[in-house]
């Protein structure tokens, strides 16, 4: 099982397919033969179907449906920073560190950092493309998600932060505020805010920039009320962005 | 709906002991600092209830604002008068910048946090204070660990038997410091002191019993309360 995971997802949906294909073709070619051998030319017609159904299914369909669910530029991109990001890990996980260590007035253990990278995904469609985020490293403090999570752009505060361009701030007072704003304000579905951490209370999303774009976003978070934007020394972070933006620039992964 | 709609009720009646035994610490603990309170301008009273500027601090009603985000903590009667009550919420005041002489926070522990404390230091003329206090963060701790509770929340137990969870947030006496500095105070004008219930107080609720046990000490040794004094 730690094998298949390390495969990268487009590539199992496609083995997977294959694999049922397969099976499927097998099965009902051996029983076709079987009637042939029988000399029931007639049955032997229905499992032969099945057969060429399997192989219609095999070298036509199972490249449409793997292009639609995974279209390739997309899983270049994504392979593109598996190789990348490892050489830039330790790094930006510093950076951050130290991003996270200069706040004042709070419990540093109730804060989590980490940096999204922005990306462009492709439709299949119309061969537009719309950014994305995704998450290029673990969160830096006890809570958050692991690495290579996507969000979409145009949700949460990370998206407000790269329709504005500007650093963007949200606290809650209460964990019945966090669940209203969440949809009412911030664009997640009922059940998208379910699956996310309620503790949180305090969040920061500070744009990172590169030759006046913006590349990415640090992102904070904490389990404390108010936390932000006081405990922030602005400038502290503006120079941490700076310098995630040369490490990405270096890496060539911008 | 405020949090403290649900509570407001009966949040004051005897029946909910925890609640007097801290206004009885709160007494003890703000009666040497009357002196201190400016004898002129306007005092703002952040997260009133029914008021207790005067009960607290001797000072003059007609000078106080009642500030509270919860209407019906607001309208209940018998309360302290004052000269304005404002329904609003205490992380943003809608004040202007130096606009008072004191401003006080009794049990802030729904609210406290950097941005009510940098508001509360931005609407405070220079030379004024601020007088605030909160439950303590080992009483709390404590407590909410034998009951099984979220740290960051306390539990009411209404007189009909009902339990309503609000937010309260507990914060370390050095944490507290750290943050009137980081909201403005000037650190050599910041105190934070630890107070007890008074040795008099004869009917001791559960909820001080509990913990005091925890910690291995009498209900009358462990501090209850943060007493936090800043000066612009």
């Known amino acids: 099982m730690s094998l298949l995971s390390k495969i990268p997802s487009r590539k199992r949906f496609r083995i997977a397919g294959r694999s049922i294909c397969l099976v499927v073709g097998f099965i009902f070619a051996y029983w076709a033969a079987i009637l042939i051998g029988k000399g029931s030319y007639f049955f032997a017609f229905f499992p032969s179907i099945v057969v060429f159904i399997a192989s219609f299914a095999e070298f036509i369909l199972m490249d449409v449906f793997t292009e639609k669910i995974y279209p390739a530029r997309t899983e270049k991109i994504l392979a593109d920073l598996e190789e990348k990001i490892p050489k830039i890990k330790k790094n930006l996980s510093d950076e951050l560190d130290s991003a996270r260590n200069a706040l004042k007035g709070c419990n540093i253990d109730q804060v989590s950092i980490t940096l999204h990278l922005k990306v462009s995904v492709y439709s299949t469609v119309d061969e537009s493309s719309e950014d994305a985020f995704i998450q290029i490293i673990d969160y830096r403090g006890r809570f958050g998600g692991k690495r290579w999570r996507t969000v979409n752009a145009t949700k949460g505060i990370i998206g407000r932060c790269l329709r504005t361009g500007k650093t963007e701030i949200v606290n809650f007072a209460s964990e019945e505020e966090y669940d209203r704003r969440m949809v009412e304000e911030f664009s997640f579905t009922r059940e998208e805010a379910n699956k996310r951490t309620k503790r949180a209370r305090s969040y920061w999303a500070h744009p990172v920039f590169s030759h006046e774009e913006l590349v990415g976003v640090i992102y904070l978070f904490s389990n404390e009320l108010q936390v932000f934007p006081k405990a922030v020394e602005k400038l502290r972070l503006d120079q941490s962005a700076k310098h995630i933006a040369n490490l990405l620039e270096v890496a060539r992964v911008i | ?29 703000l009666q040497t600092i009357q002196s201190r309170i400016p004898k002129h301008g306007l005092v703002l009273d952040v997260g009133s209830g029914r008021g207790r500027c005067k009960e607290y601090l001797g000072i003059d009603t007609d000078r106080v604002v009642q500030l509270d985000n919860s209407t019906v903590m607001l309208k209940i009667q018998p309360r302290e008068s004052s000269l304005l009550r404002v329904v609003h919420c205490a992380e943003s005041l809608p004040f202007l910048d130096n606009t008072f002489c004191c401003v006080t926070a009794f049990l802030c522990d729904t609210f406290v946090g950097l941005n009510f404390l940098s508001e509360a230091c931005r609407v405070l003329e220079q030379g004024g204070i601020f007088v605030g206090t909160t439950p303590s963060y080992e009483w709390g701790i404590a407590l909410r660990e034998e009951l099984s509770i ?26 507290l410091i750290e943050m009137l500095t980081v909201a403005g105070f000037e650190k050599n004008n910041v105190e934070v002191t630890r107070d007890k219930l008074p040795q008099d107080v004869a009917t001791v609720s559960d909820d001080i019993k509990l913990p005091a046990e925890k910690l291995g000490c009498s209900v009358y040794d462990i501090d209850i309360i943060y007493r936090m004094i800043a000066k612009k």
């Open chain 2, 1 to 29: 709906m405020a949090a403290y709609d649900a509570i407001a009720g009966e949040y004051y009646d005897d029946f909910h002991k925890t609640c007097r035994n801290f206004d009885e610490a709160t007494t003890v603990a």
């Open chain 2, 150 to 175: 979220d740290f960051s929340k306390t539990r009411f137990i209404t007189k009909n038997g009902n339990t309503i969870t609000l937010s309260s947030i507990l914060v370390r006496e050095s944490q």
